[in-house]
DNA sequence: CCTTTATTTCCATAATAATCGAAATATGGA
DNA sequence: TCCATATTTCGATTATTATGGAAATAAAGG
């Protein structure tokens, strides 16, 4: 992934409700979840999520597919992953930081 | 790391400038890098860069030192694996996906 | 103490992002 | 075709972030 690009994820994941949905979108896997089920588990006014959507979907994290009347929405694994082997490159770069699989995956194993 | 700080530290890093930054200290290893030698490598005016070298600190990513005359600031890595870690917990939550540090270490491998 | 060098803070300005009601669009079904 | 439901787009408003020159602060050394 290229450093435009970074930065385009960085910022789609730096807002906290942002944040949220995406995390919610992870949780719900393949299945996905629509707007609706976001509003209501969230508590956001419908044109705020769209809005925050959008800006998710630009940025590549997540994907966007209809389905009748509704549009269901999915994390986009690929794109997260490209995101994090970034990071993990340019935070390590030399260093024995976070090569750390499994230190991570020790702690706060929920 | 909790949610409030997964946020600010990826709004820190969510700015071209800033990853520059970042990525620029991150290189430096321990030995980190004064302003004078950003503004110098980054061409960047002195107000700027300050302005993003306070915004990298709030975050917690980087930390500064005085010494003599300059300061010198340095890549916080604990707080990058924390932040690695908070993401790839949130990426992957029931996926097979990037737990693939296997993977990220083969490819692009400079 | 005065000067030089390194860096930050101040301040005004410009640019970008977030919020959300209301109107518009899309879809499926009677 | 008309209606109900799901969702987005519009548009106005407010809030936050970024930029950079000029002035202020900090430290070292004469």
Known sequence: MEENDVVTCLAALAQPMRLQVFRALVVAGPDGLTPGALV???DVPAATLSFHLKELTRSGLISQERDGRSLIYRAAFEQMD???TYL???CCEGK???VAQPKSAARKPR
């Open 88 to 90: 993990t490159y340019n």
């Open 82 to 84: 490209g995101l994090l």
């Open 40 to 42: 209501e588990a969230l």
């Open 96 to 98: 024995a930081c976070a």
